[in-house]
């Protein structure tokens, strides 16, 4: 069988499996991989005490992002509170027996979230303002006046340290996140300080999340649409595969394999030749492909990312086995 023909009867079961396609895309789902190998092997995690202004904000940020961690329909971890968050109360010891908070939990992850917040001068802002109303209250005449403004800048510190039972650091992240918000005398109140921490808690809990569990998503890549290097007939092939890929991704599939065959350097093809096989989820022989392309063109970007979408799989399938592997032992 041709090996076009054998790339486009394969790709038709993702087609027929219901997959919608954009213009000159290819489906491409799977599995991608976690920023840390190591706490693959927590399946269940306790969070513990937070402390510092920020903390319990922190917990329930981190506590809701990775339940959002769902790979192949089941959760990836198990979450559970240790204790009830209890903020500024709370003294924070690195050096805690992580036993205490655990529970039945395989790691327990703590930490620590502080809060700074200051107000300066920013300036004015320019209002009309009514200067004269008539008898009926309407206005019947207005200026121009500057009204002074303030700038409210909140900034988090957080930490957190994520250890299994034995007592190893799986994992630790710090940082220091800093947003701001600009509001004016004719306004109503002012920023609140506790939902700037909130949002700054969120963007610092979705890091953690992507960092702690592998995603699972469905994209449409694009094919490439150079016809230069072609014949005239191949050419007219080529521009029917790219209509098939709106309607019929098999179809087109096979066209590219066999305008591949007839055309072995051509960069575009390889590439779209590629793209067909990593969608199947045939990694390393889609991988072969694109270091093909990149061989003839060392600069050529969709071939560098395809490479980089297969690494992430593969490295993704590592944790994956580490993960249930070390669950069956």
Excluded: H
């Amino acid at each position: 069988m041709r090996i076009g023909r054998m790339i486009g009867l394969a790709v038709a079961a993702a087609a027929l499996a219901g997959t919608a396609l954009r213009a000159e895309t290819l489906p491409v789902e799977g599995i991608y991989a976690a920023g840390t190998d190591a706490p693959s092997r927590a399946r269940s995690i306790a969070i513990a005490g937070f402390a510092g202004r920020g903390g319990e904000r922190l917990a329930f940020a981190i506590d809701t992002a990775l339940r959002g961690a769902v790979i192949e329909g089941q959760p990836w971890f198990e979450l559970t509170f240790s204790e009830p968050p209890r903020g500024t109360t709370y003294t924070y010891d690195r050096d805690a027996d992580p036993a205490a908070y655990l529970g039945d939990s395989d790691a327990v992850m703590r930490g620590i979230a502080e809060v700074q917040w200051r107000d300066r001068d920013d300036g004015t802002k320019e209002v009309e303002e009514c200067v004269t109303r008539d008898d009926r209250g309407k206005c019947s005449e207005k200026k121009k006046v500057n009204i002074p403004c303030r700038l409210r800048e909140v900034t988090l510190r957080p930490e957190v340290r994520l250890v299994a039972r034995e007592g190893e650091l799986l994992y630790g992240k710090g940082d220091q996140l800093t947003t701001n918000r600009r509001f004016c005398k004719d306004e109503e109140g002012s920023p609140s300080v506790d939902s700037m921490v909130e949002e700054l808690a969120r963007q610092f809990a979705n890091a953690v999340r992507f960092d702690l569990a592998p995603t699972q998503r469905y994209e449409t890549i694009r094919v490439l649409e150079s016809r230069k290097g072609l014949s005239k007939s191949d050419q007219t092939a080529f521009r029917t595969a790219l209509r098939l890929t709106k309607t019929d991704v098999s179809e087109a599939c096979a066209v590219f394999g066999e305008l591949k065959q007839r055309n072995p350097q051509n960069v575009t093809l390889l590439f779209n030749v590629g793209l067909c096989i990593e969608s199947l989820g045939e990694l390393g022989t889609a991988a072969q492909f694109y270091e093909e392309a990149l061989a003839i063109s060392p600069r050529k970007p969709e071939p560098q990312e395809g490479l980089g979408r297969i690494a992430s799989r593969q490295r993704a399938e590592r944790q994956l086995s580490l993960r249930y592997d070390d669950a069956q032992r």
